[in-house]
């Protein structure tokens, strides 16, 4: 049977705790809706925009990696709810400087969604090439998702300039769910686009890839630090953010308030 049609039951006897989502998870979720309530609110605005974009990013970061996981769970790697993967609680991630620290502080300095290398998916326990790639194509699946869903309420038409500073940190967060989108399905090795061609390469093209995987992140900071790639790049990512209806002026302003220790 083909690998397309066949779908492996995951193996039983694992604990509840396995797939219950962590305190910590919860613990962000709960500050995102309160800080989007503050800034709805416009109850220290600056800093109510800042947690609600943070917060926001770190839920969808989680589930970004969670994504991964659950796929991996099913495709045959049963291991990744032993490590914890399946509970959404990024501590668990093999790599919290790459996967939490470093993407959120490029957010945060630079408003660009990195994305970040975290689970550690066990793919000689995968069957198939066709499940790898979708393991690797999940994660960015739900920054997909997010975007969509972050930019309905704009398709709307909503009076952003009664409630500004919310409206700005929501725009903010699509266009960071966006540049995540594309940084993440870009062919780099490492990247989860690389990742999802990587075992459909003939052997000795895989075995290069497989040696430049661990330095994606900085081939993908040299890429963009290209001032050409680096203008088709945002250039791609404000076109599409325009036909989604995002507001430039919207999310740079977004942009500014969570930076409020300018000012």
């Known amino acids: 049977m083909s690998d397309w049609r066949r779908w492996d039951p995951p193996v039983l006897g694992l604990p509840r705790a396995a797939f219950r989502p962590s305190a910590i998870f919860l613990a962000l979720v709960g500050l995102f809706a ?45 291991d990744v709810a032993h490590r914890g993967y399946l509970t959404l609680n990024p501590l668990k991630y093999s790599n919290v400087l790459l996967s939490i620290i470093l993407p959120l502080l490029v957010v945060v300095l630079g408003g660009i969604g990195l994305p970040g290398g975290a689970v550690w998916v066990d793919h000689a326990a995968i069957r198939g090439r066709l499940r790898k790639s979708l393991i690797s194509l999940a994660g960015p699946a739900t920054n997909v998702l997010f975007t969509l869903v972050l930019v309905i309420p704009f398709a709307f038409d909503p009076d952003v300039f009664v409630h500004l500073e919310f409206w700005s940190g929501v725009a903010l967060l699509a266009f960071l769910q966006l540049t995540a989108t594309v940084l993440n399905l870009l062919p780099v090795p490492g990247l989860d686009g690389g990742n999802a061609l990587q075992p459909w390469l003939k052997p000795n093209t895989r075995r290069m890839y497989d040696v430049l ?21 945002f250039d791609a990512v404000y076109a599409v953010g325009d036909l989604l209806g995002l507001d430039r002026q919207l999310y740079a302003l977004g942009f500014d308030l969570i930076r409020f220790w300018q000012r």
């Open 34 to 78: 309160l800080s989007g309530l503050m800034a709805w609110h416009q109850v220290t605005p600056r800093l109510a925009v800042f947690l609600f974009v943070v917060s926001g990013w770190l839920v969808s970061l989680c589930l970004h990696e969670y994504a991964h996981a659950v796929v991996a769970y099913r495709s045959g790697d049963t």
């Open 213 to 233: 995987a661990p330095y994606g992140f900085i081939l993908l900071f040299v890429l963009l630090w290209e001032p050409t790639v680096n203008r088709y790049f």
